[in-house]
């Protein structure tokens, strides 16, 4: 069928199809405005209530012409120009980069329009998800009770896919009543936020306050130390320029994030001095006097370390059993560019290291705390490299994914070969708990824990239990 690739992809991750109702049904229409009631009722001291579109569609229709039906009744419900949609454009296939390494597509940015797909699914379902929300809160029983609570509706548009965006928001622009505040969550990652920022334009026409979503870290680099310092400073100052009135951050941990969680806030609050370094203002803070340029230096090569491995090295972070299962089946990441990632923060850890000994205070704790996670970083990575090396051989004997009844093993002399790389992958990832469990003192830092030893630990020796069960026995 028409744009199934995004679809497929999620079936693939989790194992669960997603399922879109009809939004136009009235008895999906009277479930959303109950459920609504019910938060109002259980949320006394709620000021705001948004409503969010899920990340990714499974809404597809089977032909162009049955899209630019859809199009045209939305077009015509809320008096909209013609042309405001651009299915010409909606409708252009995606070509891989021929500059990127090969990689499995499932380690590619999820929600994203996959090559091969177009951008008529993703376009159409935020259109719809605009329509269906404005009908959520035009509902009569929603609307009074918002109006005696005095609590603000808004909107938010979770599409982390540039294209998407530059072609739904003439539409989503011309859509919104006046006033009504919308938010965007359009990319991952505060840079490339950033560099879609142009597009959000047809937004500002000063008639509805304008929300920016942003990150203090990618989740799929979760299980690496992240700075974003420049990165974060950058979108913070843009949106100011195009005239954004407030920004949100997300972040799945507290602890780690120290340095991007001050450079956003301090950002936000100081948005006007565009020719500040604020990088240069939160090392002086935390380490001052002659360390303040190892700081800065270690910081910043610390970002160039975040972006590498977010753009060549996608997921290779993500928790749970994302590395072991999805994002190194074939072809798997590229060695030279794991190396890369290794050095880059082996040596990161160096400096850290060299900065906790001209530091004082919790200065020197700070530059302690991210020594030992740079080389955690670096510890991963590799463990990723070995895991490659045991797996993927592995593939051409019918022996992955594991328990394959059918699978032509190896000789015992390749065998010995793949176990002593499972076990070396095993070892480094035992190495990362045992260094992260002496800084563990938050339920976030808990749960990072928990996760690596289920989606990382269990896995890794799974493969070279079952490696080693099948090494002749002496």
Same mark, same amino acid.
């Given at each position: ?7 497929? #992809?999620?079936?693939? #991750? ?7 109702? *009809? ?22 001291? =709620? ?11 499974? #809404? ?56 091969? *797909? ?18 959520? +809160? ?16 808004? =909107?938010?548009? %979770? ?55 942003? @990150? ?7 299980? +690496?130390?992240?700075? @974003? ?32 969680? @001050? ?50 090295? %996608? ?52 530059? +302690? ?32 994914? =594991? ?15 793949? %176990? ?15 260094? %992260? ?38």
């Amino acid at each position: 069928g028409q744009s199934s690739l995004t679809n497929d #992809w999620q079936k693939g #991750w989790s194992g669960t199809n997603l399922a879109d109702a *009809d939004v136009r049904n009235p008895v999906v229409l009277d479930i959303a405005v109950e459920r609504c009631l019910a938060l109002l009722d259980a949320f006394p001291d =709620l000021n705001e209530l948004q409503l969010i579109s899920r990340e990714g569609t499974a #809404w597809k229709q089977e032909t162009f012409a049955a899209y630019a039906a859809e199009f045209e009744r939305i077009r015509q419900r809320f008096g909209l120009p013609e042309g405001i949609f651009n299915l010409e454009l909606m409708s252009e296939i995606v070509v891989e980069d021929p500059q990127s390494i090969e990689m499995n597509p499932r380690a590619h940015p999820y929600w994203t329009v996959l090559p091969g *797909d177009d951008y008529l699914a993703t376009c159409c379902g935020s259109i719809r998800f605009i329509e269906f929300a404005l009908d959520i +809160l035009n509902d009569p029983r929603l609307a009074a009770a918002l109006n005696q609570r005095g609590v603000q509706p808004s =909107l938010a548009i %979770y599409s982390p896919n540039p294209k998407t965006i530059q072609l739904i928001t003439p539409g989503v622009a011309a859509m919104l009543p006046e006033g009504m505040k919308i938010s965007y969550l359009a990319d991952y990652g505060a840079r490339d936020i950033t560099d879609g920022l142009d597009d959000w334009r047809p937004l500002f026409n000063g008639k509805r306050p304008v929300q920016m979503i942003s @990150w203090l870290e990618f989740d799929g680099c979760m299980m +690496l130390t992240q700075g @974003w310092c420049h990165s974060l400073d950058e979108n913070v100052k843009k949106a100011h320029r195009l005239g954004i009135k407030s920004i949100g951050f997300n972040h799945w941990r507290v602890r780690s994030l120290e340095h991007n969680a @001050w450079v956003a806030a301090s950002a936000c609050f100081d948005a006007n001095k565009q020719d500040r370094d604020i990088l240069h203002a939160y090392c002086a803070s935390l380490y001052g006097g002659h360390a303040l340029q190892l700081a800065h230096d270690a910081y910043a090569q610390l970002e160039q370390a975040t972006l590498f491995t977010k753009r060549h090295t %996608y997921n290779i972070g993500f928790t749970t059993s994302w590395v072991f299962h999805q994002s190194t089946e074939p072809p798997g990441y590229s060695w030279t560019y794991l190396e890369q990632a290794v050095q880059q923060y082996t040596r990161i850890s160096a400096l850290f290291d060299e900065l906790s000994t001209v530091s004082a205070g919790w200065g020197r704790q700070q530059a +302690l705390y991210l020594r030992d996670l740079c080389r955690m970083s670096a510890g991963h990575i590799q463990a990723v490299f070995h895991l490659q090396n045991a797996k993927l051989p592995l593939v051409g004997f019918k022996a992955w994914p =594991l328990g394959n009844p059918r699978a032509a093993w190896p000789a015992p002399e390749l065998l010995e070969v793949l %176990y002593a790389q499972a076990e070396k992958a095993l070892r480094l990832e035992e190495d990362y708990m045992r260094v %992260y469990s002496q800084w563990v003192e938050t339920c976030d830092e808990q749960g990072q824990l928990a996760m690596h030893q289920q989606g990382v630990i269990e896995p890794f020796r799974l493969l070279a239990e079952v490696i080693q069960s099948h090494l002749p026995r002496e």
